[in-house]
């Protein structure tokens, strides 16, 4: 989210432009998504996962002979294609870690398991603007400064790729994800019918999940990459710390549905978060901006259990197309490059003709999370079960 600011800076961008590094970025998940899938099933979920964490560390190193163009559009979409590079990375890590974390223990927990999971990710999300900024001067932007950050980056990322290498990881496999589900001994009669498919397109559930995932990967995307802009918006000092309050939110968010989700069926808790979420999204429209930026905190949280809500309830019952299934809802993480996108060029339309966004443009832009909430709502209330059996 710090870089959309930064390189609309230095390369002189319209709003519009400067969100297509995240579009750069989320596009790898459609074009590597099913790809990811066949690699995964032919080297296993460890050794994926260690290609995947070398492919983004070098992203990372390409961001260094990108920062030092700064000030020519070459630079501008060499940048792009760096981020592209570390989304594919990102592609097979995601296929790779997300099935695993799932398929790991019960399904009924797997929401739980990955906001645990969640706790690291999204302290990045924090951590990453603020190491970013003692290097760079958001509202002043030198992006020849840069190759040190990325250098380091980089450097962290192969090193975690070294460790997972050395690390024993077993291999896991969903139920009824054999050849030959009556073979395994499997009574599950979901199970049994999976096997009777010949595509992953024919699981409804599936497909409505993907939606689920692709719209919720773009709202959760959306405040993390804005923040900083609205902050400059607003006028408030140091707006790079505003982008924290979002993975702030997400991190108290895990720790309590860690304990929540004890009590809690996840597909209930889903229903109540995407609740919340909806009264947080009509207070940032409504309320004064200089107070409306902290409900970023409250949409964090309540982001903090919809992606392994939604995974878990789009995967479960899928046996034998267990991967490609996977493959198919990473596709959806495209929707982090869609929503914030479409946000940009809402606000070029909103604002007036000759300046600069004013707060108030951002929320009117920001109605855009209303329809998004609502279709995850449906999907936890009712979408979730599409075309499988009644009990």
């Known amino acids: 989210g710090i870089m959309v600011p930064i390189l609309e800076t230095a390369f002189s961008l319209s709003k519009g432009m400067s969100y297509l590094l995240l579009t750069a970025t989320f596009s790898?998940?459609?074009?590597?998504?099913?790809?990811?899938?066949?690699?995964?099933?032919?080297?296993?979920?460890?050794?994926?996962?260690?290609?995947?964490?070398?492919?983004?560390?070098?992203?990372?190193?390409?961001?260094?002979?990108?920062a030092r163009m700064s000030g020519s559009m070459a630079g501008f979409y060499m940048f792009l294609a760096a981020s592209f590079i570390g989304g594919i990375g990102n592609t097979l890590l995601q296929a790779a870690?997300?099935?695993?974390?799932?398929?790991?223990?019960?399904i009924e927990k797997a929401a739980q398991r990955m906001c645990a999971m969640g706790i690291m990710n999204k302290?990045?999300?924090?951590?990453?603007?603020?190491?970013?900024?003692?290097?760079?001067?958001?509202?002043?932007?030198?992006?020849?400064?840069?190759?040190?950050?990325f250098g380091i980056a980089a450097g962290v990322i192969a090193l975690l790729a070294v460790l997972i290498f050395f690390v024993s990881l077993p291999e896991v496999k969903a139920a009824g994800e054999e050849e030959d589900p009556k073979d395994s001994g499997s009574g599950n009669i979901e199970v049994l019918v999976a096997s009777k498919k010949t595509s992953v397109l024919q699981f409804p559930h599936l497909i409505l999940g993907a939606i689920a995932l692709f719209i919720y990967v773009g709202?959760?995307?959306?405040?993390?990459?804005?923040?900083?802009?609205?902050?400059?918006?607003?006028?408030?000092?140091?707006?790079?710390?505003?982008?924290?309050?979002?993975?702030?939110?997400?991190?108290?968010?895990?720790?309590?549905?860690?304990f929540l989700l004890q009590v809690m069926h996840q597909r209930k808790a889903l229903i109540l978060?995407?609740?919340?979420?909806?009264?947080?999204?009509?207070?940032?429209?409504?309320?004064?901006?200089?107070?409306?930026?902290?409900?970023?905190?409250?949409?964090?949280?309540?982001?903090?259990?919809m992606w392994g809500a939604i995974w878990?309830?789009?995967?479960?019952?899928?046996?034998?197309?267990?991967?490609?299934?996977?493959?198919?809802?990473?596709?959806a993480i495209v929707g982090g490059a869609v929503l914030p996108l479409i946000f940009g060029f809402v606000l070029d339309f909103v604002r007036s003709?000759?300046?600069?966004?004013?707060?108030?443009?951002f929320q009117k832009a920001y109605i855009l999370f209303i329809p998004c909430y609502l279709f995850i709502l449906y999907y936890a209330l009712s979408g979730y079960k599409a075309g499988l059996r009644k009990k």
Not at 39 to 66: C, D, E, H, T, W
Not at 312 to 321: N, Q, T, V, Y
């Open 28 to 66: 790898a998940f459609l074009i590597f998504g099913r790809p990811s899938g066949v690699v995964i099933q032919r080297i296993g979920y460890k050794r994926s996962m260690v290609i995947a964490l070398l492919i983004m560390a070098l992203g990372m190193l390409l961001f260094i002979p990108s």
């Open 97 to 106: 870690v997300n099935p695993y974390v799932t398929i790991c223990g019960p």
């Open 123 to 149: 302290s990045a999300w924090y951590l990453g603007p603020v190491f970013l900024s003692l290097f760079i001067d958001v509202k002043n932007p030198v992006l020849n400064q840069a190759h040190i950050p």
């Open 219 to 258: 709202v959760e995307t959306l405040p993390m990459a804005s923040a900083i802009d609205f902050a400059n918006a607003i006028g408030l000092d140091n707006p790079a710390q505003y982008s924290g309050i979002v993975s702030i939110g997400l991190v108290i968010g895990y720790i309590i549905s860690i």
């Open 273 to 305: 978060f995407t609740w919340v979420a909806l009264l947080a999204s009509f207070s940032l429209i409504l309320l004064p901006a200089r107070q409306a930026i902290y409900c970023f905190g409250v949409l964090g949280f309540s982001h903090s259990l």
């Open 312 to 331: 878990a309830l789009a995967i479960d019952k899928l046996g034998k197309f267990t991967k490609s299934g996977a493959s198919l809802l990473v596709m």
């Open 353 to 361: 003709i000759g300046s600069s966004p004013s707060a108030t443009d």
